[in-house]
């Protein structure tokens, strides 16, 4: 493996878990907003964000690297909750709830954690490839 091949390594690697930072970034707001009502009645409430990924081509590296294209919005709809008292609450008295799953936000959240720490592992080998390497050029 040359030295520019292990510089692209991490490049890649480092990319990667700038994506997935992002992922977790999103993935927190909207478990924090998973309860977050419209403040006038019959109003809309938070609505779920998400992240989609593209490849974008490092002429530097020779490498093509993941990058957050856009985060959106989950145009899902809304679950209506009767709560008649609730100061959001339409006419008939129901809320609409926020299109938060957490069960999906927690294996969103997993799946994140997984693929910062498989980019982490390819970054600490591919350090211990190039120390290996200067060691031997020195010896």
């Not at 992922?23 to 809309?44: F, K, P």
């Not at 997984?114 to 982490?120: E, I, K, M, V």
Request: charge should be positive.
């Amino acid at each position: 493996m040359s030295i520019d091949n292990l510089a692209a390594s991490f490049g890649i690697a480092a990319s990667g878990m700038k994506a997935q930072t992002t992922r977790l970034r999103v993935v927190a707001e909207n478990m924090a907003n998973a309860n977050s009502t419209s403040e006038v009645a019959g109003g809309d409430p938070y609505r779920r964000k998400t992240v989609v990924f593209s490849s974008a081509l490092d002429r530097a590296l020779k490498a093509d690297l993941v990058a957050v294209k856009r985060v959106g919005r989950d145009m899902g709809d809304f679950t209506l909750e009767y709560n008649p008292g609730h100061p959001a609450a339409d006419g008939n008295g129901y809320v609409k709830m926020p299109n938060v799953n957490s069960l999906v936000e927690a294996m969103d959240m997993r799946e994140a954690g997984r693929s910062y720490d498989a980019n982490l592992n390819v970054m600490q080998q591919a350090r211990s490839m190039l120390g290996r390497t200067i060691d031997m050029l020195r010896g």
